[in-house]
């Protein structure tokens, strides 16, 4: 794949092994994210750990976090000089081609640093934000040592904030494509 290219891709990897019927595999299985710690150990993640990682570019994201057993979507960003309400940054991630420029895709899944782990405050876990200096490595045809070592070490020092946002990104019927789902709502904030 080269490197300087950006395809779209859907959200949920599909094995090779599930390519000939996408839809049922969908319906059985949760690959939206994939643990780090059992990527090399599923059967799901396997190949396209070996040889088909990638970085999925964001410039925010959502967590639950849980008070009192209702869960409460908080907006999580890198804020920078130029872009103080969030700048780009790369996920890790996996990739499979299901046909010709038609991917597949999901984002690794680590145990949450302190910041997260507030947020993420029921499960503890953070998707793997890479370290800007270990993206060339990302793509090179390195053993399952080398990227386990890359996804232990390679979560980006740069700062995270994260604020509550309104709890509409949780209704099906509501379109969650809108500029106010990721405003600040009041709340008692954890930050």
């Known amino acids: 794949m080269n490197l300087k290219r950006i395809v779209p891709a859907s959200w949920g ?6 390519k000939t019927d996408p839809e ?9 994210n994939a643990r780090l710690e ?39 960003f890198q804020p920078s ?10 996920f890790a991630g996996l990739y499979n081609e299901l046909d010709s420029d038609l991917y597949t895709t999901t984002i690794l899944t680590t145990e949450a640093n302190s910041f997260f782990a507030e947020i993420h405050n029921k499960k503890k876990r953070m998707p793997l934000v890479l370290d800007q200096n270990l993206y ?12 386990n070592e890359i996804m232990a070490t390679g979560f980006t020092n740069k700062e995270f904030l994260a604020h509550p946002v309104s709890r509409d990104l949780y209704k099906k019927d509501v379109d969650a494509n809108k500029s106010y789902i990721i405003k600040e709502v009041e709340r008692n904030s954890l930050f």
């Not at 049922?24 to 939206?32: G, Q």
């Open 13 to 18: 990897l599909v094995p090779n092994w599930a």
């Open 81 to 90: 000089k130029e872009y103080p309400k969030g700048d780009l940054f790369l």
């Open 38 to 76: 059992s990527i090399f150990e599923k059967s799901s993640f396997r190949d396209s750990a070996r040889d088909k990682r990638c970085l999925i570019l964001a410039d925010g994201f959502f967590e639950p976090h849980h008070e009192q057993n209702v869960s409460i979507p908080y907006f999580c």
């Open 136 to 147: 060339l490595d990302w793509f090179d045809d390195i053993s399952e040592q080398s990227v």
């Open 24 to 32: 049922s595999f969908r319906k059985k299985s949760n690959t939206l």
